[in-house]
């Protein structure tokens, strides 16, 4: 009986349709920070004006990531920067000039546009009032300053063109030095929790906050002139698509970004209708604004958090309880088994992820995206060590004497796990198969940080634009999720196996 259930679960989760996805011919990207996103909608509006189907893959999680993505045709465009090119993608590379970067990326199949018409550089900020009161006005002034707490964007902090090459130029050596979220550390900024951050020079809240950009007296930071990446393949296929998209080019100043970013990020406007409203008034493009309701986008952000747990979850089940079975008839082989999923249980889930791109990506799957492989083989390997563990647990701990009893009927191994092992191990194996889909769903929410959709898109996107409603938007449908998976275990444990009467 309790092996019906858990078939009849196994069904419903394999029932579970996957996402419909409409075919699209041109998919553009944006990164993790709002800037980024406003030019993916522009560049999605384009696209879309000149007849063409079109996606946008939003915020998906850092340079190299998208960049990659482009290269291997997983998207066709999507917006970069000249200084990041220059001294990121290809700082270990004879790439210094604009000419000699255009052959570099021809080299790949891939095409950069002209300038969109502004300089996005970084640079470092401090309140205005902590400058003043500290007397520092340009970078050089922060030499020596031990007291002060430096917050520093994550990737910031690893990239070539930001924190060890500054470091390095200015000889600046903090004691407190902490990497954050971008956007995070505009709170902390705020608060008064660090006293230093990095910018990019057309955030909204440089002014919104009163902060004060330190002078690049050594002029350590390149020019980070906006551009078009896209594919040559797309450019022969779409032309029209391109020439839509090559309409960008030196048509938006610093004044207008920034205008763009401050609507989104302090008057609360989304996005895309920015995107669509900078189209229709300054290059007379009029496209759709699809716009969705509260409910309408949870209920769409539901599929995709379902999505990712069916297709890692259900692998996970058949791989999990044979491994079971195995390291309970194998002890020797079963400590090895249990250790290795183990040890993945305790690598850090962003770490996995970081971990399964190059993976995805060597295995030629879509790494990026509305279901992502890199999220599904992260998930799916996190759902191991729960089962394993339970189905070895419940196997070896059944009543020696029942063991005996069917051995001295001589009956057949494959019968005795079939018929009598395993339906007393069911309890147990049920137990971890709850354990993995509770923690499966909590995971799934950092899916997000690989454009993989569900309700980890929300909460990014809340704590990128400081909105607290977008965050619940995300994070309660998630609690309540999870509530609902162990209630209907709990269901399924007390119908299919009630209490033995004493």
Known sequence: MIWRGMLFVGLLLAAMVPLPRPAVEFRVASKKFTESVILGEMLRGLVQSSGVSVQHVREVGGTRLVFEALRNGEIDAYPEYTGTLLRELFADQPVQTVEALRQRLAAEGIVMSEPLGFNNTYALGMLRGRAAQAGIETISDLQGRTGLAWGLTNEFVERADGWPGLRTAYGLDPVDVRGLDHDLAYRQLQLGLIDVMDVYTTDARIDALEIAVLEDDRRFFPRYDAVVLYRAEGAARLPQAIAALERLEGAISARDM???????????????????????????????????????????????????????????????????????????????????????????????????????????????????????????????????????????????????????????????????????????????????????????????????????????????????????????????LALLVQGLFDLVERVLAPPTPA
């Open 258 to 480: 920034m205008a763009c970013n401050r609507a989104v990020e302090l008057d609360g406007a989304s996005e895309t209708a920015v995107a669509v409203r900078f189209l229709e008034e300054v290059l007379g493009v009029t496209t759709s604004l699809d716009e969705r309701s509260r409910a309408a986008r949870i209920g769409r952000r539901t599929v995709e958090h379902l999505e990712l747990v069916r297709r890692s979850l259900l692998p996970a089940i058949l791989l999990a309880i044979p491994l079971g079975i195995v390291a309970a008839r194998r002890p020797w082989l079963g400590r090895s088994i249990l250790a290795a999923t183990g040890i993945v249980q305790t690598i850090p889930a962003l770490a996995l992820l970081v971990l399964m791109m190059p993976l995805a990506a060597w295995l030629r799957l879509d790494s990026i995206g509305a279901g992502s492989a890199t999220a599904i083989m992260a998930l799916f390997l996190y759902s191991l060590l729960p089962i394993v563990r339970n189905t070895c647990s419940g196997l070896t701990q059944i009543d020696p004497a029942l063991r005996e009893a069917a051995a001295v009927l001589n009956l057949p191994a494959w019968f005795r796990l079939g018929k009598i092992e395993l339906p007393l191990a069911a309890p147990s194996i049920l137990a971890g198969i709850k354990t993995a889909a509770v923690l499966n769903v909590g995971f799934a929410t950092l899916g997000a940080l690989v454009a993989a959709g569900g309700y980890g898109q929300p909460i990014l996107s809340g704590i990128r634009l400081a909105d607290t409603g977008l965050i619940l938007e995300g994070a309660i449908p998630a609690a309540l």
